[in-house]
């Protein structure tokens, strides 16, 4: 039996069901073995019964022509199913597809081991997922003490290996879990991932503060939960949808929570990005452009979280969801506070007044370090959504990104700055537009998705639809 296993995996054929090969087999998998046992010898006897031995030959002829065939189908792949963040499910299956009569030259991993092969890389390829928007992924065996992440560094000589076109992004994550590496190459025809359509599924998610991402590497929606971040940090080159990530939270919060449950402060140095948020009801006050205003509004936060933690004093609660369950008939509403182009804002050299000659700049970054840092912003509902296109450590400085403790990278031009987003690499080599690592608190490391994405007119319907749901309401 172990002779034929090595043979398959040596071939790449499928001749046993993958349970056989990689777990126990279920009920299932010995129905589908028996079946042909089961159709078989029922049909040989009427053969032998109506046409004798000629009847029997022939049979027995043909139920070994269809093993034949069955034992030289190469294996299809398979892709994931099932969500288990989202479902609670503790284990994700895994579905293999069989094409039957497949001429093993055509393969769907035959180009890609050959390339493997060619630039002497110690892996196999094992199982083909083409269930995301824009990447296929495709599941490697390495072998043991391989470094596979050598691969990203052959750059376009592996991509020419692949025809692909120039300039194509590969990347690699050496290990996904399963004790598999996962090679990324992008889709030639991409599908569309649409903040419009999934800010339902932000709503439904069942969290407090529903942040949209987008969708996850198998097109499940990636949601995360702004009250847990607490404080959320989005970061990434031009033209990589950072200012386009914002929106997706901003908008998600604000389909999910009625004005009064929810109010939104927005900061934006480059004028532009945030001030399609003016409309929505959350909006306190229209977008924040000029620092000197926007470092009277940080005062006026820090002034309502100290009014609001005496409020809890008195109520006799620690954080604001115990004191929303024991008021529920005057919900105390969460803050979120998004200052877009921290980076801008911080560099601002002008004085404070003309009596205060502290540049405006680092007055913002000490209030900032206050309140993100030992302040209980946390437990009174007041939530920081920051962006940068670069994250620049001798502005901002070490002290303010700990006081950060989420992430969001998008791609970034070199690793360090991607070290500096998500603590690793991996944001400089993603393959394209909107593909983004998501690095919650807590979590014990990044996980890829692709961000959803504002297209044509999108931002002006998911604004009038915000403004309609909550004024009928």
């Known amino acids: 039996m ?33 079946k042909p046992t089961l159709v078989g010898l029922p049909a040989l006897m009427i053969l032998y019964l109506i046409w004798e031995i000629p009847g029997f030959a022939a049979g027995m002829a043909i139920i070994v022509g269809f093993a034949i065939l069955d034992a030289t189908r190469p294996l299809r792949g398979g892709h994931w199913l099932g969500r288990p963040e989202a479902s609670k499910k503790a284990e994700v299956q895994r579905r293999f597809l069989i094409e039957k009569g497949m001429d093993p030259e055509k393969w769907w991993g035959k180009k890609l081991q050959d390339a493997l092969n060619a630039h002497n890389i110690k892996a196999n390829v094992v199982v083909l997922d083409t269930s995301g928007a824009t990447l296929d992924m495709y599941e490697l065996e390495v072998q043991q003490g391989y470094d596979v992440a050598g691969i990203t560094a052959l750059g376009e000589n592996f991509s020419r290996a692949l025809k692909l076109p120039k300039g194509t992004h590969i990347s690699v994550d050496a290990n996904i879990g399963n004790g598999r590496a996962a090679l990324y190459i992008p889709k030639e025809k991409y599908r569309p991932v649409r903040t419009l359509s999934m800010l339902e599924a932000a709503q439904t998610s069942g969290y407090a503060l529903p942040g949209l991402v987008g969708e996850d590497l198998i097109g499940n929606p990636m949601i995360v939960d702004i009250t847990h971040a607490p404080h ?96 529920p008939e005057a919900p105390m509403p969460y803050q979120l506070v998004a200052f877009s182009e921290l980076t ?125 749901k909550w004024s009928t309401e």
């Open 344 to 468: 801008i804002g911080l560099k601002c050299s002008a004085p404070v007044s003309a009596d205060d000659d502290r540049e405006v700049g680092d007055s913002i970054k000490s209030l900032l370090l206050e309140l993100i840092g030992a302040a209980p912003t946390q437990e009174a509902g007041i939530h920081f959504l920051f962006g940068i296109q670069c994250y620049d450590p001798k502005t901002c400085g070490e002290t303010l990104r700990q006081g950060i403790p989420s992430s969001i990278g998008m791609r970034v031009r070199a690793h360090e700055f991607s070290e500096l987003l998500i603590g690793q690499k991996g944001c400089e080599s993603l393959c394209e537009q909107g593909e983004c690592y998501v690095f919650m608190s807590g979590d014990a490391s990044p996980k890829r998705a692709l961000s959803a994405a504002l297209i044509g007119e999108d931002m002006e319907h998911a604004v009038d639809l915000i403004r309609e």
């Open 2 to 34: 172990e002779n034929v296993l090595n043979w398959c995996n040596k071939h790449k054929i499928g001749v046993l069901p993958e349970a056989w090969r990689t777990a126990k087999p279920n009920n299932k998998d010995l129905i589908d073995m028996a």
């Open 232 to 327: 959320l940090l989005v970061g990434g080159e031009v033209g990589m949808e950072r200012a386009g990530q914002m929106l997706n939270i901003i908008l998600s919060t604000s389909y999910s929570l009625p004005p009064e449950r929810l109010r939104i402060t927005l900061i934006d140095p480059k004028l532009l990005e945030l001030a399609v948020c003016n409309s929505l009801p959350q909006v306190t006050e229209p977008v924040i452009t000029d620092m000197h205003k926007a470092h009277k509004c940080l005062l006026q936060i820090r002034k309502m979280m100290l009014v609001r933690c005496q409020q809890f004093l008195e109520a006799g609660v620690n954080n604001i969801a115990a004191y929303n369950r024991r008021f």
